[in-house]
C-alpha cells in the first residue's frame, strides 16, 4: 500500500459525459501528479499541483482540468467524454517537487467510456 | 524535449537467473533521474529503484540493479535471480529536476518469468 488513495477504483459511463476522479496524497506529500495510461499512448503525464498550485502542464486536453484543494487531496475533472478517453488515470504524489522525488502511485481509476 | 526508449516489449527468463531489460533516454538536460517502476498486472504501480545523473556508482535495491552508463544514455534494469512474481510489466522513466519532478515514462517492456 503507497499511502495514495484513489476514488472511484472502477468508472463506467457513456460519451458527452463529465465525471470527477478523486486522489489524496500521502500524508506530508505537497505534490500530486496525474498521469493516463492508455493502450496506444502509454504512460503520460497530464498535470502537477505543489501546495495547491499548479506547476507543471503535459498532454492534458481542454476538456479535462484539475485542482488541489487545502487539505491537499486533488481532483480530476474530465468533461465531454469521448471513447478515447477510456484508460487507467493514476494519481502519484511525492514530498516536494524536482530533484530526486520518488513517486508514490495510488492504485488507479478505470474509466470505461462506452 | 526528454525521451525514454525500450525497445524490448516481450522477455522470457527462467526462475533463478538473472535478466537485463534495455532502457535508453534521451535528454539534453544535465541534472536529470532515471527510475524503474514494476507494474503487476493488477495494475498498481510500484517504484523499484531510482539512479540520479550524478552518482557515479550504479543504485542498488535487493536484486535490483541499475547499469547506468551515462556517455551511452543508457539505464538498463538487472533482476537478479529471477523469480515467478517478477513476472510483470517493467517501465523506465526519466524526471528533469528543473521541471518540477514530472515522470517521462517508455513504452514497458513485459516480463515473462518461467519456472
Known amino acids: 500500500d503507497s499511502g495514495v488513495t484513489q476514488t472511484p477504483k472502477h468508472l463506467i459511463t457513456a460519451t458527452g459525459q463529465r465525471v470527477t476522479l478523486r486522489c489524496s496524497p500521502r500524508s506530508g506529500d505537497l505534490s500530486v501528479y496525474w498521469y493516463q495510461q492508455s493502450l496506444d499512448q502509454g504512460l503520460q503525464f497530464l498535470i502537477q499541483?505543489?501546495?495547491?498550485?499548479?506547476?507543471a502542464k503535459g498532454n492534458i486536453l481542454e476538456r479535462f482540468s484539475a485542482q488541489q484543494f487545502p487539505d491537499l487531496h486533488s481532483e480530476l475533472n474530465l468533461s465531454s467524454l469521448e471513447l478515447g478517453d477510456s484508460a487507467l488515470y493514476f494519481c502519484?504524489?511525492?514530498?516536494?517537487?524536482?530533484?530526486?522525488?520518488?513517486?508514490?502511485f495510488g492504485p488507479g481509476t478505470r474509466l470505461t467510456v462506452l | 524535449a526528454q525521451k525514454i526508449t525500450q525497445t524490448q516489449p516481450g522477455m522470457f527468463v527462467q526462475e533463478k537467473e538473472a535478466v537485463t531489460l534495455d532502457c535508453t533516454y534521451d535528454?539534453?538536460?544535465?541534472?536529470?533521474?532515471l527510475f524503474w517502476y514494476k507494474q503487476p498486472s493488477s495494475g498498481e504501480m510500484i517504484f523499484l529503484i531510482y539512479?540520479?545523473?550524478?552518482?557515479?556508482q550504479n543504485a542498488t535495491e535487493g536484486r535490483y540493479s541499475l547499469n547506468f552508463q551515462k556517455a551511452r544514455k543508457s539505464a538498463n534494469l538487472v533482476i537478479s535471480a529471477s523469480q515467478l512474481g517478477d513476472s510483470a510489466m517493467y517501465f523506465c522513466?526519466?524526471?528533469?529536476?528543473?521541471?518540477?519532478?514530472?515522470?517521462?515514462f517508455g513504452q514497458g517492456t513485459e516480463l515473462s518469468v518461467k519456472p
Open positions: 539512479q540520479g545523473s550524478y552518482d557515479e
Open positions: 522513466a526519466t524526471s528533469i529536476y528543473n521541471q518540477g519532478g514530472k515522470l517521462i
Open positions: 535528454t539534453s538536460d544535465q541534472s536529470y533521474g
Open positions: 502519484a504524489s511525492s514530498v516536494e517537487q524536482g530533484r530526486y522525488n520518488e513517486q508514490f
Open positions: 499541483y505543489y501546495n495547491g498550485e499548479e506547476r
